[in-house]
């Protein structure tokens, strides 16, 4: 049996509704296989989304699509010591990931 974090698509709707991604560069933390990446991504301009598994970080690369394959990028990176200059980013999303 899989477990579907969210079936209800509670943090799917509050991301949309809440989060304005239309061509913003989005810094995702803690993404994981890339389960919410891919449900905001299409809207985004670019995401870099960081984890700290590199194992996560595989599946969300074999997951992503043709079409992303040039805006979204997958960074084994840890939330505390981001390698990133100040200001890289429009909006910076992080779910699950605590």
Same mark, same amino acid.
């Given at each position: 049996m899989? /477990? $579907?974090r969210d079936p209800e698509e509670v943090e799917t709707r509050f991301v949309h !509704? /809440?989060?304005d991604v239309g061509g913003a560069h989005v810094l995702e933390i803690g993404c994981g296989d890339g389960r919410l990446t891919w449900r905001y991504a299409n809207r985004?301009? +670019?995401v870099t989304a960081v984890d700290i598994d590199t194992l996560r970080l595989a599946q969300a690369v =074999? =997951? +992503?699509? =043709? &079409?992303l394959n040039q805006r979204v990028s997958f960074v084994k990176a840890s939330a $505390? !010591?981001?390698p /990133? +200059?100040?200001e890289t980013f429009d909006r910076a999303i992080l =779910?699950? &990931?605590l």
């Open positions: 899989t /477990f $579907i !509704d /809440f989060v985004a301009g +670019r =074999a =997951a +992503r699509s =043709a &079409a $505390i !010591d981001l /990133f +200059r100040k =779910a699950w &990931a």
